[in-house]
């Protein structure tokens, strides 16, 4: 398996809603991030897991919060988001060791907050 | 991570060669070169990275100045397919063997025509 899946692929949620994004991954990456981008936008980096744990967090909103259950989960916790979080979040994978691997990428979830 | 300047658009015949440039001038003796492309809506793709030699894989061609200072990406045989935005990144990978993040900039649209 060389993919990173992320579910749903599309999610309309209102102002009060609390939803969740999830990402998995089975290639043994130890390393997780997750990504905001906007249209026409490039992605921005909003977090960064190292073997389950949080290692960077790029000043985000607490009302994002991101969770790593286990090493093949990566979650994003969504409450009381505004109409301007709507865009497409990317997770992606990759290795931990001294080999510069690539990230594996996700197909991304489409948030539409209304 | 050492910043990169790309030219915003670029057009390429179908089936003629694509030469992508990318400029890193304060790029550091540690950080290598990156190539990712994001085609419509999907997920970033990791294309190809290089240190110091030129590389190839089964995607594309790396070709990296002896200074350093400068790449060039190129795909032999552009396919409409290829129509996509290409990042450059620099990025480094110390020797513990963690991985620092991964930034975008903004890309280089590249257009292949019929």
């Known amino acids: 398996d060389t993919e990173v899946t992320q579910t749903p692929k599309h999610l309309v949620m209102g102002m009060t809603n609390k939803k969740s994004l999830k990402c998995e991954q089975h290639m043994g990456h130890r390393a997780m991030y997750w990504y905001k981008q906007k249209a026409k936008k490039p992605p921005e980096l909003m977090f960064v897991y190292s073997y389950e744990k949080l290692s960077i967090n790029e000043s985000v909103p607490s009302r994002f919060s991101p969770e790593c259950p286990n090493s093949s989960l990566l979650n994003l916790h969504l409450h009381a988001l505004q109409p301007e979080d709507s865009a497409l979040y990317l997770c992606a994978s990759s290795p931990l060791t001294v080999q510069p691997y690539g990230y594996t990428f996700g197909s991304g979830t489409r948030l539409t907050v209304v | 991570d050492a910043k990169t300047t790309q030219p915003p658009s670029m057009d390429c015949a179908e089936g003629r060669a694509a030469n992508l440039p990318c400029n890193h001038s304060t790029i550091s003796g540690n950080e290598y070169v990156y190539w990712y492309r994001q085609i419509h809506s999907q997920g970033p793709q990791y294309i190809i990275h290089?240190?110091?030699n030129n590389e190839t894989n089964e995607m594309a061609s790396l070709i990296i100045t002896e200074d350093r200072k400068s790449s060039t990406l190129i795909l032999p045989h552009a396919t409409l397919r290829d129509t996509a935005v290409y990042y450059c990144?620099?990025?480094?990978?110390?020797?513990?063997?963690?991985?620092?993040?991964?930034?975008f900039g903004k890309g280089t649209l590249l257009t292949v025509n019929p």
């Open positions: 290089g240190l110091k």
């Open positions: 990144i620099v990025r480094a990978l110390n020797s513990g063997g963690s991985n620092y993040k991964l930034t």
